[in-house]
């Protein structure tokens, strides 16, 4: 029988954790799961960092930036990506909301004191250029329901248009949907309890045309959002990130 896979198990997955190479800093659940809108047949998506040791980056052969892994678990597709602290910290310090999510959500898997020295210097790195990523985010997603009709990613495309406004106006990262419906299109419960149903179920809801002029309608607030935002212009922890990393490579 397959696992209704809205509900996760955390010790199951800190098992998994446990068999990778590399010592983790930290490791959670992102995707569907994080996002507020998890299938009963959604795969699992599992983010984190791993530490090469030293001997690994100072020498000749370099160890992996980042490590991949697949594998089915209850029939349910797993997914556990990690990069080294170092790949990681660069993409903190640049406009990649992805990271942030993965560092500052709730959904945590495996943690360490480091882990949240990550979580202190993630304030750090928030500036009003993540609004780039989550444009192109939704510009990505748009044009992939655009020719599949899929609902997953029209549930994207809200989420991430929601989630950088948000940022923009507040400061503070938020990607589950559940928590953004404030202004936003009323039919969206609706179609995330249809998402919860099957992961890849087909829109039967509100028409294109209705679609087309909220997503556009969002696309607008996210621009005013920005050019309105009181967020820095650039990143400010790089310092104490190359701190953290020099201690904790020096520790492996």
């Known amino acids: 029988m397959t696992r209704d896979m809205r509900e996760l198990d955390y010790a199951e997955l800190r098992d998994i954790m446990g068999e990778q190479p590399y010592p983790l800093l930290f490791a ?41 892994r697949t594998w089915f678990e209850n029939e349910a597709e797993v997914d556990l990506v990690t990069h080294d602290l170092a790949k990681f910290a660069r993409l903190m310090l ?35 250029w993540h609004a780039h990523h989550y444009r192109g ?22 989420r991430v248009l929601l989630t950088g406004i948000h940022l923009m106006r507040t400061g ?29 179920g087909a829109l039967e809801g509100p028409s294109v045309e209705v679609l087309t002029a909220d997503v556009e309608r969002l696309q607008a607030e996210l621009d005013a959002a920005e050019a309105a935002s009181q967020l820095p ?3 400010v922890a790089e310092p104490e990130l190359n701190d953290l990393l020099i201690r904790v490579r020096l520790s492996q």
């Open 28 to 68: 959670t659940v992102s995707g569907a799961h994080l996002y507020g809108f998890p299938s009963r047949d959604s795969d699992v998506d599992l983010r984190g960092v791993h530490v090469l040791p030293a001997a690994e980056v100072v020498g000749l052969r370099s160890g992996p930036e980042t490590l991949d």
């Open 94 to 128: 640049r406009r990649n909301g992805y990271v942030l999510e993965q560092v500052l959500l709730p959904l945590v898997v495996l943690s360490t004191p480091e882990h949240e020295e990550l979580v202190s210097l993630a304030a750090g790195c928030i500036t009003r």
């Open 137 to 158: 985010f939704a510009k990505t997603q748009w044009e992939f329901f655009g020719k599949t009709g899929e609902l997953k990613p029209l549930l994207y495309t809200f």
């Open 172 to 200: 503070v990262v938020q990607a589950d949907l559940r928590e953004l419906l404030d202004g936003a299109p009323s039919y969206l419960p609706e179609l995330m309890a249809v998402k919860a149903e099957a992961e890849h």
């Open 233 to 235: 212009e650039s990143a």
